[in-house]
């Protein structure tokens, strides 16, 4: 068996002193259990390094929120892009009118039409470029902006930053 931590403690009260990231107290008893022994050991850790974990963390949270959004972007237009190829396919084959396929764009605009109005914030562009890398696969830049619903001047104003 690995070692385990078990618990971990302040060795003195810990006080929050409200507002962001306030602490007292420095050190934390820790005991770590293996399979023979028990051990308790004092580590010492400043506020400045636990308010750095927590600003971390946060930060690592806050990528993964949005990685998990821009997937859940891409498959929405992925499907709306099949949606909207077999409108057209229905079309084709005249399963429908050419009136019954311009009613059904007017009428169920966003089941079909992938708005390329996404707006970048910071660490957007590295985040799909994370997404993209993932995939395995080279996409030109039109599928790129299709999928995450960017505009293209807006890509290519920031390309260079992609990793894929």
Same mark, same amino acid.
């Given at each position: ?47 400045? +390094? @636990?308010?750095? %974990?927590?600003?971390?963390?946060? &930060?690592?949270?806050?990528?993964? $929120?949005?990685?998990? #959004?821009?997937?859940?972007? +891409? @498959?929405?237009? %992925?499907?709306?892009?099949?949606? &909207?190829?077999?409108?057209?396919? $229905?079309?084709?084959? #005249? ?70």
């Amino acid at each position: 068996m690995d070692n385990v931590l078990t618990y971990c403690e302040p060795t003195e009260p810990m006080q929050f002193l409200g507002g962001d990231k306030k602490w007292i107290n420095d050190s934390f008893k820790v005991k770590i259990e293996g399979e023979n022994d028990s051990k308790l050991v004092t580590i010492s850790i400043t506020s400045n +390094a @636990i308010e750095d %974990l927590f600003d971390q963390i946060k &930060f690592h949270n806050h990528l993964n $929120q949005k990685r998990d #959004n821009y997937c859940v972007l +891409a @498959i929405n237009n %992925l499907i709306k892009k099949n949606e &909207f190829l077999q409108l057209n396919l $229905q079309f084709a084959e #005249n399963q429908i009118t050419e009136d019954e396929y311009e009613q059904e764009l007017e009428t169920n605009t966003d089941r079909y039409i992938i708005n390329l109005d996404n707006t970048l914030e910071p660490n957007d562009i590295n985040v799909i470029g994370n997404i993209l890398h993932s995939i395995g696969r080279k996409f030109n830049t039109d599928e790129v902006a299709e999928m995450f619903s960017i505009d293209i001047h807006t890509l290519n104003s920031n390309i260079k930053a992609l990793q894929f």
